[in-house]
């Protein structure tokens, strides 16, 4: 199975308002990251938090991360129709090498 | 910038058939990497090399094989394609010292008839 999991794994808002997407993962990690994937397009990283790091932000983008609950979240806020993509959270686990583990993603749409 | 480029965005391919994907990246990463991604099960790791000439297996390598003969290069090759293999797959590169974030081509989507 997948070591990351989002959560939902679809999302509709509307423009203005402000998305969350949560990841959760099973194993010790090194750090967690996050990407955009537009419609059909490869992914392009966001940001990364590593495992000593409980919250960081970047332009509007926030991301949380609790180890003791395995999990990390997400958080667009004022959304734009431009931020309409699939979102992925992909793991380092401290056991995997060079390796990311990526979850599902979500899937926002942000309605003008 | 990095720039990881793929050579096709789009291919159609009949059963049995040889393919070849080949992807460039033009910032002397030592880690390149095959992903296919698939509705529902997310993004699954092919095989990634470390350095020229150097392999490994991912989660799914049965029925592929990859060829890195120069650094900036990394090719993934379908011996004989078969439809299962219909799908999106991406290539990416990293640095080796950092092993973090990695930066993806625009993807190839391949059809087998």
């Avoid at chain 1, 070591?3 to 967690?32: F, R, V």
């Avoid at chain 1, 992914?43 to 919250?55: A, G, Q, T, W, Y």
């Avoid at chain 2, 391919?13 to 390149?32: A, I, P, S, W, Y």
């Avoid at chain 2, 379908?78 to 950092?98: F, G, I, K, P, V």
Wanted: hydrophobic share 30%.
């Amino acid at each position: 199975s997948q070591q990351g999991e989002e959560d939902p794994q679809a999302l509709s808002i509307q423009e203005g308002e402000n998305a969350t997407m949560n990841c959760s993962y099973k194993t010790s990690i090194n750090n967690l990251q996050w990407y955009r994937q537009n419609s059909g397009r490869g992914l392009v990283h966001l940001i990364l938090i590593r495992s000593n790091e409980r919250e960081k932000h970047s332009g509007r983008l926030r991301v949380t991360l609790d180890t003791s609950k395995k999990s990390s979240s997400l958080l667009i806020t004022a959304s734009r129709a431009a931020d309409t993509a699939s979102y992925f959270c992909a793991t380092d686990p401290t056991n995997a090498g060079n390796m990311l583990t990526f979850g599902g993603g979500t899937r926002l749409m942000v309605k003008p | 910038d990095v720039k990881v480029t793929q050579s096709s965005r789009y291919l159609v391919k009949r059963t049995g058939e040889k393919v070849f994907l080949e992807c460039v990246q033009d910032m002397d990463h030592e880690n390149m990497f095959w992903y296919r991604q698939d509705p529902g099960l997310g993004l699954r790791l092919i095989y990634f090399s470390y350095d020229v000439k150097m392999k490994e297996k991912g989660d799914i390598p049965e029925g592929y094989s990859v060829s890195r003969e120069k650094k900036e290069r990394f090719s993934l090759i379908l011996e004989s394609a078969s439809t299962n293999q219909t799908s999106m797959y991406l290539c990416a590169s990293s640095w080796w010292d950092t092993q973090e974030t990695q930066y993806f081509g625009p993807g190839t989507r391949l059809l087998v008839l």
